[in-house]
């Protein structure tokens, strides 16, 4: 084989791998301290005297409703980043979620790892579940966040292109594991939350440890009560002020910001 056969070979080897790292570069904005402190917005850092509440991967028919009624009892509105194949199976719970005042964002389709480069297929099932989650709640999605936060170039872009902003988050309860209770969820989160933090939760176990919800659930009261002793109010991202972005009035969203109240109108299909 000549000199300039092998140059060849070496180089059609070499352009896969880099189209797979450039693919996968972005994803390693899931580690805490890089994404906190080198890209604030994309973690979902805020106003100082909020922390917004969002849990990922419902709606489940069995364990979503409970935390709806924890909520309702404490208070709070918080965002739930729904999965659009889970707002399919159960879309009477997902109205059930913007009815009672909560905003609906999205996690995608389905649960899965993109390892490998596929933009198409991204964009065409994130399109999918915005179109899934608008035309069953009425409300048009405004945040984004991948599975894993796993933010890959494909997922980004097809985020950026359906107007989503990508938001991860600045503390989490580890509430998808086997051995999680209610006390290590609460001091998990404790250990990195701020003012101005993003709060990840899960209201189902539908890709964690089967029952680990109920961990997260009994952890609520507490960690709401932290943060409300700190001087800091809980709500939805909504209200969060990510990168300086001011409140959406409740007539564009449909999602009230004062706690305790009630949207000003029932959602229709169709709606914006």
């Given at each position: 084989m000549s000199e300039g056969s092998r140059a060849a070979r070496a180089a059609c080897a070499v352009v896969p791998v880099a189209a797979a790292l450039a693919h996968i570069g972005?994803?390693?904005?899931?580690?805490?301290?890089?994404?906190?402190?080198?890209l604030p917005a994309l973690a979902g850092q805020g106003r100082p005297d909020h922390v917004a509440l969002t849990f990922d991967d419902g709606p489940d028919p069995v364990s979503t409703p409970l935390f709806l009624d924890v909520l309702d009892g404490l208070g709070v509105r918080a965002t739930f980043f729904v999965l659009g194949e889970n707002v399919v199976r159960h879309p009477a719970?997902?109205?059930?979620?913007?009815?009672?005042g909560h905003e609906l964002a999205v996690h995608g389709w389905s649960h899965d790892r993109p390892w490998l480069p596929s933009p198409a297929r991204d964009a065409r099932e994130l399109r999918r579940a915005v179109q899934v989650v608008r035309e069953t709640t009425g409300r048009t999605p405004r945040w984004y966040r991948p599975p894993y936060g796993i933010l890959t170039?494909?997922?980004?872009?097809?985020?950026?292109?359906?107007?989503?902003r990508p938001v991860l988050w600045t503390a989490w309860g580890k509430d998808w594991r086997r051995d999680a209770t209610p006390a290590s969820v609460r001091a998990t989160v404790a250990a990195d939350l701020r003012e101005g933090g993003t709060v990840l939760l899960h209201d189902t176990d539908h890709a964690s440890a089967p029952g680990s919800w109920r961990a997260a659930l009994a952890a609520l009261p507490g960690?709401?009560?932290d943060c409300r002793a700190a001087g800091l109010e809980v709500g939805p991202l909504l209200d969060h002020g990510v990168a300086g972005k001011t409140r959406v009035r409740e007539a564009e969203s449909?999602?009230?910001?004062?706690p305790g109240a009630v949207p000003s109108r029932s959602p229709t299909p169709g709606q914006p």
């Open positions: 972005p994803a390693a904005t899931w580690l805490h301290g890089p994404r906190r402190l080198l719970q997902a109205r059930e979620l913007a009815r009672r170039t494909g997922r980004w872009a097809a985020a950026r292109r359906l107007g989503l960690l709401v009560g449909g999602v009230p910001t004062t």
